[in-house]
């Protein structure tokens, strides 16, 4: 059972380029989130989704958007990459809430931007 | 807007010490989260804390929660090395969709 899987788990960007984020779950949960960490801080939510075809926004989402097209995928896309851009990603999902269960989390995608 | 607040950021001890790390968080919340993360690595779940009152225990952690004063506890008890890790609280804002994190205490157990 492979849990949260996101791909890359590394990759480093020229200030200015594109990139895709894939967060896959195979547990059917419902909702997903998109979470960056720097260093000697917690976990800041991106964006979030609470269901196929649903998005929204969390505390820090400027500079990126998001999409889940398929229940079972979260993207998070970076249109032109900035240094403050600089973070470890990670991607968690959850039954249907918190208040059902626990948050699952991806092992991390660590991206630098230059 | 929600803040949580943990300290302290960083603590070094000794093996076979107890401690205390806490989570304060700014407003009302009955769930709260208590997390590992080791170097390098993904987010561990410890313990989750789901009324007033609330007390979970698993080895040498033991984890409190007070929604009066807004407040949890991670006690350590004899500490090993292998505790050494940084541990994470967070809270439920927002109805079950969001967690909001506090800053982590880096915690080194030295032999």
């Known amino acids: 059972n492979a849990g949260v899987t996101q791909t890359p788990k590394f990759r480093v960007l020229k200030t200015g380029q594109s990139m895709t984020l894939l967060c896959a779950q195979d547990?059917?949960?419902?909702?997903m989130y998109w979470y960056r960490q720097d260093p000697g801080m917690g976990l800041r939510l991106i964006h979030y989704?609470?269901?196929?075809?649903?998005?929204a926004k969390g505390e820090v989402p400027d500079g990126y958007n998001v999409s889940r097209l398929k229940k079972q995928n979260f993207l998070l896309g970076l249109e032109s990459a900035a240094p403050s851009q600089t973070s470890v990603y990670f991607c968690?999902?959850?039954?249907?809430?918190?208040?059902?269960?626990?948050?699952?989390f991806g092992e991390g995608s660590r991206l630098t931007v230059l | 807007e929600l803040k949580v607040e943990q300290n302290p950021l960083f603590l070094s001890m000794q093996e076979g010490k107890n401690y205390t790390i806490y989570c304060n968080y700014s407003?009302?919340?009955?769930?709260l989260y208590w997390y590992r993360q080791d170097p390098g690595k993904s987010l561990e779940s410890l313990f989750v804390?789901?009324?007033?009152?609330a007390v979970k225990q698993e080895g040498r952690l033991m984890a409190s929660l007070d929604t009066k004063a807004r407040l949890s506890t991670l006690h350590i008890t004899a500490a090993v090395h292998d505790l050494s890790a940084t541990y994470f609280c967070?809270?439920?804002?927002?109805?079950?969709?969001?967690?909001?994190f506090g800053g982590g205490t880096r915690l080194m157990v030295k032999p």
């Open positions: 968690a999902s959850t039954i249907a809430g918190l208040h059902t269960g626990e948050l699952f």
């Open positions: 547990m059917n949960h419902e909702y």
């Open positions: 989704s609470v269901g196929e075809g649903t998005t």
């Open positions: 407003t009302t919340s009955d769930r």
């Open positions: 804390l789901l009324s007033n009152g």
């Open positions: 967070a809270v439920d804002y927002n109805a079950g969709n969001m967690l909001t």
